[in-house]
């Protein structure tokens, strides 16, 4: 016997007939799609698609318009829906979808009755009904750009360009990215970065980065704190962020953990299986990453200390520590150069006029001298090129009496 439906929170195409339609037989074709949501629409741009969202809406309105029923009068038949070819379902559309959508996804696709059901990055529940139920399901993953030998050569003669100093990291790299460049490698490659703020540690990853493609996964982990980070790494409602589902929806190879010191340690064996295996799992979501690399970075002073914050366990799992050092008052001169020409190139010819890049390099010398922050001296190139500009702005206009 079929139970009653039980109350539905929001959508109320989950019907008697919702119920009835999950003990018939379903000839839908389901392809599962992991990968970045750009790639997500390339695969299935040439196809005459409706979107899942857009049938659970258009469903919603006919059930909430108000039927009156005439005593005596016949009433009329439900009309027949047309069969939908190819209906999608995007990685953010899940979260639209309340519990009992997620816990019955099978009988309510059963209730639509596709040709052909296309999923992106769906949660694990989703894809296991699928799974038991679907004749025939398809599981497509998007390939991420690999570090090859061309990488290595072009991080090797770029890397002087990209960042000042720092020789013996771009050795160490070179050593650590050397195991995704062969077959053998079937899990990512970890490493931590430490040393001072601002030398060129999150700078370093995004070089890395730009060298395969893609828009860089960072994530900084200071941003999260007590119940929030544990639901975020651990899941929690299906519609609520997770790490897991950014891992899933993420373009890159390469995936930046920026401040990893910030996190409490209640919160690291979260990373065990990733930095082990590639695997990441959380309540809704399964993740596997393959032979990427995922890059933390610390304010750690010494691989003494890092072993001490987070325990042999932990501290073991990374396959390299690349120490970053302070820069020497030489090399902080080269990055203020450096930051000056290129903001001084990205204004317009007008803007340029009122700028003397010799008075810029002279005062910022000044700054170089009390600071050894990188960032927060690119910060004061900003303000001084600004106060600069608007006081040349504010002289040639007029005050009002």
Same mark, same amino acid.
């Given at each position: ?15 008697? +007939? ?10 839908? *074709? ?53 069969? =939908? ?5 995007? =990685? ?18 059963? =209730?639509?009755?596709?040709? +052909? ?17 679907? @004749? ?21 003669? $770029? ?27 079937? @899990? ?6 430490? $040393? ?19 828009? !860089?996964?960072? *994530? ?18 299906? $519609? ?45 979501? =399964? ?23 987070? $325990? ?16 020497? %008052? ?44 990188? %960032?927060? !001296?690119? *910060? ?14 504010? %002289? ?6």
């Amino acid at each position: 016997m079929i139970p009653a439906p039980p109350p539905i929170e929001r959508f109320s195409t989950f019907t008697t +007939c919702y119920w009835r339609a999950l003990n018939m037989p379903s000839d839908t *074709k389901v392809t599962v799609y992991y990968g970045p949501l750009s790639w997500f629409d390339e695969q299935v741009e040439d196809l005459p698609c409706d979107s899942l969202m857009e049938i659970v809406y258009a469903r919603d309105e006919v059930n909430r318009q108000l039927k009156v029923i005439v005593p005596g009068q016949q009433e009329n038949e439900p009309e027949e829906r047309e069969r =939908s070819g190819h209906v999608v379902a995007e =990685s953010g559309d899940y979260a639209s979808l309340n519990e009992h959508a997620i816990t019955n996804f099978a009988g309510f696709i059963r =209730s639509i009755d596709p040709e +052909c059901l296309h999923l992106h990055n769906p949660p694990a529940h989703v894809h296991a009904q699928m799974e038991r139920t679907a @004749k025939a399901i398809d599981v497509k993953r998007y390939e991420y750009p690999m570090v090859t030998r061309d990488t290595l050569i072009r991080f090797r003669n $770029g890397f002087g360009s990209h960042l000042v100093g720092q020789a013996a990291v771009k050795e160490t790299l070179l050593a650590a990215l050397y195991p995704l460049t062969t077959r053998r490698r079937t @899990k990512p490659v970890v490493l931590m970065f430490y $040393g001072p703020s601002g030398v060129g540690k999150t700078e370093t990853a995004q070089f890395v980065n730009d060298l395969l493609g893609g828009t !860089l996964l960072r *994530k900084q982990f200071s941003m999260f704190h007590s119940d929030k980070f544990a639901s975020y790494l651990f899941g929690g409602m299906h $519609g609520e962020p997770s790490f897991a589902h950014d891992l899933l929806d993420r373009e890159s190879g390469v995936i930046l953990i920026d401040e990893f010191d910030k996190a409490n340690s209640v919160f690291h064996s979260a990373f065990y299986q990733l930095f082990d295996s590639g695997v990441f799992e959380d309540k809704n979501y =399964s993740v596997k990453i393959g032979p990427s690399l995922i890059i933390c970075t610390s304010n750690y002073g010494s691989q003494n200390e890092i072993r001490e914050a987070l $325990g042999d366990a932990l501290y073991s799992r990374f396959d390299s520590l690349v120490a970053f050092e302070p820069l020497s %008052r030489d090399e902080i001169l080269q990055v203020v150069e450096r930051v000056v020409k290129a903001r001084f190139a990205e204004l317009s010819y007008e803007e340029q006029k009122y700028l003397d890049v010799d008075f810029l390099m002279a005062r910022m010398g000044l700054f170089a001298e009390n600071s050894t922050n990188v %960032r927060k !001296l690119g *910060k004061i190139v900003e303000e001084l090129i600004s106060l600069i500009l608007v006081r040349a702005l504010l %002289r040639e206009e007029p005050e009002l009496e």
